[in-house]
């Protein structure tokens, strides 16, 4: 079938969503099959407009904050944003680490909402952001929500891609660590997609029912962030402010 010339962008759209380190032209052309000219013409066409970017040193292509302001625009409408963002700037000035709000959406992890940390500490990640879920302590909490055939499901066809030095990259190793979380009711990333980084999330549910429709997670520097911190302390403020936003929402 042939694909028109929206068709074509939208999947070169796509790839470039999926790598946020960037992806060079030959990279598009031969991972899509477009001619290397088909593939320069529809990224020179987003440029202007800053849906896509261009690194000045390694030439990769990555997406522009253009796409940021339309998702920004779709994301102000969801009422689980706008119920959430006090309960999230209250959790964050009360532990003084950066805090994210997330869903998972068509088996990715989505930032919907993130307040920073005022100051040290600066992650690649902000308001739209797309990752894998299985390196990240929100990620594997909303996995811990579906049942292993859906979570082999999302990973039938790709693999475990390891991020960080304590990546957990086998199905089997993965599904595990899900039974775990469920009978916790929270989950930890030890330096598990950054190396040097530690997060802690817990859930929010569909009121009136077990069903996790999104996670909170504190994420912060190992140093500030240490094993006996996340056990005293931001476990329960991570926890309390999830139960809060979840009493507050009309499903």
């Not at 030439?59 to 302001?69: A, D, H, N, Q």
């Amino acid at each position: 079938m042939k694909l028109s010339s929206l068709e074509k962008s939208l999947k070169v759209v796509s790839l470039l969503s999926e790598n946020q380190r960037g992806v060079s032209l030959t990279k598009i052309s031969q991972t899509l099959g477009f001619p290397m000219s088909t593939v320069h013409h529809i990224l020179s066409t987003l440029l202007p407009d800053d849906y896509v970017t261009q690194d000045p040193k390694t030439k990769e292509y990555s997406l522009g904050f253009g796409f940021l302001k339309i998702s920004k625009r779709i994301l102000d409408n969801i009422d689980l944003r706008r119920t959430a963002h006090d309960h999230l700037v209250a959790l964050s000035e009360k532990c003084d680490e950066t805090v994210h709000l997330y869903i998972l959406r068509k088996g990715m992890l989505a930032t919907i909402d993130m307040i920073p940390k005022q100051s040290g500490l600066s992650l690649a990640s902000f308001v739209g952001f797309t990752v894998d879920p299985h390196p990240s302590s929100a990620g594997k909490l909303l996995l811990s929500g579906l049942s292993n055939e859906q979570v082999r499901a999302i990973y039938k066809d790709r693999p475990l891609k390891r991020y960080g030095k304590n990546t957990i990259t086998i199905i089997s190793d993965l599904l595990a660590e899900l039974e775990n979380i469920r009978k916790l009711g929270y989950a930890i990333d030890n330096e598990e997609f950054y190396e040097g980084i530690r997060c802690v999330a817990a859930p929010v549910r569909k009121g009136g029912s077990n069903r996790i429709a999104a996670a909170i997670s504190i994420t912060g520097s190992i140093f500030t962030m240490t094993i006996e911190r996340i056990n005293r302390e931001l476990i329960v403020m991570a926890k309390e402010t999830a139960d809060k936003i979840s009493a507050q929402m009309a499903w």
